[in-house]
């Protein structure tokens, strides 16, 4: 089991964050660096939830099926419903807050149960590595969306 926690800042407001979080559309494979268009497949979705499997080829292929929640606006749960890699009950955790000068600050706390030995692999990297590769992961996404958003 990994445990990952980090923070960041970015110039987006809070709305913007979690719009990016949540666009489930052609541009998510433009934003977020782990998922690729062919791997993505919005299942069920509507006000506050949606039920998403999105993954890509590294690693010979990960996917997995996760039920996004943002009901209450400043925070994201996305739970593992299903995948080739992940437990189900792996996830990740994202609360967002005005930042005092302007953008937001969001948290990010994610859980990985390995499932089989690709998982268990990917686990133990992600418990050594993780937090600085994701991290970047996410600042470089926020920083993607806001030079769409300045076009």
């Known amino acids: 089991m990994a445990r990952v926690h980090?923070?960041?800042?970015?110039?987006?407001?809070?709305?913007?964050?979690?719009a990016a979080l949540?666009?489930?559309?052609?541009?998510?494979?433009?934003t977020w660096a782990n998922v690729e268009t062919g791997y993505l497949t919005v299942h069920d979705s509507g006000p506050g939830w949606a039920d998403v499997t999105e993954g890509s080829s590294v690693a010979g292929g990960v996917w997995e099926r996760?039920?996004?929640d943002w009901a209450d606006g400043d925070r994201l749960s996305a739970v593992t419903v299903d995948s080739n890699t992940w437990a189900p009950g792996s996830?990740?955790?994202y609360r967002f807050a005005p930042a005092a000068g302007g953008g937001t600050e969001v948290d990010v706390r994610v859980l990985r149960i390995g499932r089989g030995v690709r998982g268990h692999l990917l686990g133990a990297f992600i418990a050594l590595f993780g937090a600085r590769r994701l991290r970047g992961d996410m600042e470089r996404a926020m920083a993607r969306t806001a030079a769409r958003r300045a076009r």
């Open 6 to 18: 980090f923070r960041i800042h970015t110039e987006l407001e809070p709305a913007a964050v979690l």
């Open 22 to 30: 949540t666009d489930f559309g052609p541009s998510r494979a433009d």
């Open 66 to 68: 996760s039920r996004y």
């Open 91 to 93: 996830r990740w955790d």
